[in-house]
């Protein structure tokens, strides 16, 4: 039969206990012939002594005896040589006995610590053994035999149907048979009659047998758990795998030396390899040459590897984070693919890097303080407005460190009690939700202080200085006010319309205006809602519409006019006015008395206007038909001053001058008032074309020389040699002038100068003609280019008043201007401007 596994030991130490024995009974039989040989060597002990003593005194006896008695004497110490010699080597004999025999007694010694060692090593077991030391005997039992109590009684051991079942009695039975009587050694596994097992083990030992019987229920168990455990064992290892070989991560196994042993199916990938057995028989690496020796050096020294290597996956570069760790038989390692993170950790970066920037920009201080409350994070305007220093914010103060050093500098609120004061702020180190402060500087400083809990742990500080804002808010609450009485102080209705329709403000005359209660404002109603209440009083849709898209319309938001006309007879000017909130302001004004009286007036002015146009009508017919006659007389009057025709007396000629000299007058004023006519028809255009500025003086000039020598006056022409020409009508330039000098030699006393001078400048032509008559007087100055205005101050001119209308008329359409003024220590000053070029013609304004 096998013998079972586990069991050699046990075999082992029964060999050696079944020798021991043997070699014990042998030592006994050496032990009594030791102790005989002791006790013999005891008794012959003291003979050496004595016979030294007997020796000495024979010696000195020898010397007196007689030489017979020295034969005697002789064989005496013959015999007694004899004697010490023996007894010598007796005493020699019993010290090596007495040596053997301690070592004997030590040997006894130790081969009863075997026995007593093999004796507990029998007991140490669930375990006997059966000896016969003669096959015919009865046997000796030795070991644990309590260990088979209940199974069968140290008695009846050897009775193996009353505890074995029977087949394994039958077994045994028969097996102890062949042992005793032929030597034959057996090996037996057994089942007790209750289901325990007991392992059955003989064999001859010199002249006895001995057979062990050993209680292996437990071993067995334990056998069976085993076998559980590794079945466990493997099936886990098994799932390992499997979910090693499904992480997406290189995992391998490396031998002792570095050599790859196992990897998963992301390894594979990575290595390029076509299977797991091909990365194993190149023993492709996933790390390179570098990597690999820094990861050997790790492992040999601290037993693990850490590092962010560069690596080559499947082709393409990738950043791994390699973890490696010695295990029992070599290596174990995983890469995680870190490029995504580190990517991100680039882009966090980065993204922090411009919130720190686009935080620094922010006028609101910002601080930042981590979950040990000291500071991790400032921007700019946190130094500014509290004035700290670089360094001591770069030691990354304690939140405690910052309010005391705040505190010194008296730029916290005064507080009777600073630390409760203090620990209230500090709730937000263990709040959930932002907190809002108002800090009351000393010096009439304002912060507004926002606490905000940071996810991670920590608070981040807003500080915003609102001393500013909250005087704006007054001011603005004051004006407010203020605005609000002013507009119920207006007559005007005013009413402000929101973006979204309806009414956020209105003063007491448009309530009134409009017969409304304050009700009904109440509680910001809708443009419709309004416009329903004031319908009543006003039907007009049209007007109603207007305001209504004015106030509504999204696009096209310009300012608009409208007028409407109420049931009892008011009429209101309405305006409306987009404001940039995306308001819009309305303002409704009476105007019944204005427009009244507006429409009187523009009847009144539509008479005049037909009047005018009717004395310019008769005036233009008038001077045509006086023109045509007035021609005929002056040509008859030049025809009777001809000599051909016969001679004339003095006093003759004397009235034909007058007559000519009064038909041209004549003729002049018509000509004017026909060309005054033109200009109000609008039908006059000028003939533009270069015009001499000399040349044109000098014409206008002599048209008065006449009228010079009869005043006994000069004329002065100042024109500088660079006058030039400029584009205009010639002919009306020369009558711009001539109208001019006629006006200025009209007023100017006799002997006096007349001046008439040219400058070029600015892009002009500037005449200017100058007179030291009497002047003008300040309450004729604003009449001076009426139509028939004439005033002769005390001198001889005489006119219809139609030459400065004229002159202003021809000035303007050349697009120039004229003033009248009084000249510098005297006298009068006519300034008259042309452009340089007059352009296309225009209509003079009246």
Known sequence: MAQPAGNGGADGRARTFAGRAAA????????????????VASMVGAAPARAADVLGGAARSLAALDPGTLVGLSLALGLLAFATTTAIVHVRFRRAARTREEGAFAEISRLEAQIEEGRALLMAEPQIVV??????????????????????????????????SAPSAREIDAAVDLLRARGAPLAASLVTQDGRYVEADGRPVGSAVVLRLRD????????????????????????????????????????PGGRLAYANAAYVHAVEARDLKDALGRDLALLDAAGRRQALVALAEAGAFRARLPVVVAGSRRLVDVRETAVADGT????????????????????????????????????????????????????????????????????????????????????????????????AYRSIEPREHWWHLPGGRTLRVVTAPNPEGGVTYLFDEVTERLALESRFNALTRIQSETLDALAEAVAVFGSDGRLGLSNSAF????????????????????????????????????????????????????????????????????LPDGGTLVTLRDVTDSVHVERALVDRNEALVAADHLKSTFVSHVSYELRSPLTTIIGFAQLLDDTGIGPLNDRQRAYVNHITESSAALLAIINDILDLATIDAGAMTLDLAEVDVRAAMEAAAEGVRDRLVEGSLTLAIEAPVGAGSFRADAKRVR???????SNAVGFA????????????????????????????????????????????????????????????????LHGGSIQIGPAPGGGTLVTCRFPLDSGTAQVAAE
Do not use: K
């Open 24 to 39: 014990g009974i042998r030592s006994r039989r050496r032990l009594g012939l030791l102790r005989t040989t002791a006790l």
């Open 131 to 164: 000896v016969w030391r003669d096959p015919a005997g009865e046997p000796e039992i030795i070991g644990n035999t309590p260990a088979f109590t209940g199974v069968a009684a140290p008695g009846r051991i050897l009775a193996f149907g009353s505890w074995l």
């Open 216 to 255: 292996i229920t437990g071993v067995r168990r334990d056998h069976a758990r085993l076998a559980e455990a590794h079945a466990l064992l493997e099936h886990q290892t098994r799932a390992l795998r499997s979910l090693v070989d499904a992480i997406p991560a290189p995992t391998w196994l490396a031998e």
């Open 332 to 427: 174990a390692g995983i890469a995680l693919d870190a490029t995504e993170e580190e990517r991100l950790r680039a882009e966090l970066a980065h993204a922090l890097g411009a919130h720190r920037r686009t935080l620094d920009q922010l006028s609101t201080a910002v601080a930042i303080f981590g979950e040990d409350q000291r500071l991790i994070f400032h921007n700019a305007a946190y130094a500014t407005l509290f004035d700290f220093a670089p360094a001591f914010l770069d030691e990354r103060p304690s939140d405690v460190a910052v309010l005391d050093r705040l505190r010194a500098a008296r730029r916290l609120p005064e507080q009777a009690d600073f630390r409760a004061w203090r620990a209230e702020l500090h709730e």
């Open 511 to 578: 309530r009134h205006m409009w017969r409304l209660e304050a009700g009904q404002l109440a509680g910001r109603p809708h443009i419709d809602a309004v416009v329903d209440a004031c319908r009543g009083l006003s039907a007009d849709e049209a007007a109603w519409g207007r305001l209504r898209a004015a106030v509504t319309g999204i696009e096209a938001r310009i300012p608009a006019a409208f007028r409407m006309e109420r049931v009892d007879g008011l009429i209101l000017d309405g305006s409306t006015q987009p």
């Open 735 to 741: 009558q711009v002038l001539y109208n001019l000098l």
């Open 749 to 812: 006393p006799a002997g006096s100068t007349v001046r008439l001078s040219a400058d070029r400048r600015g892009g002009e032509v500037i005449f200017q003609v100058r007179d030291q008559g009497p002047g003008i007087p300040p309450e004729i100055g604003a009449r001076l280019f009426d139509r028939f205005e004439s005033h002769t101050s005390g001198s001889r001119h005489r006119g219809v008043g139609l030459g400065l209308s004229i002159v202003r008329s021809l000035i303007a």
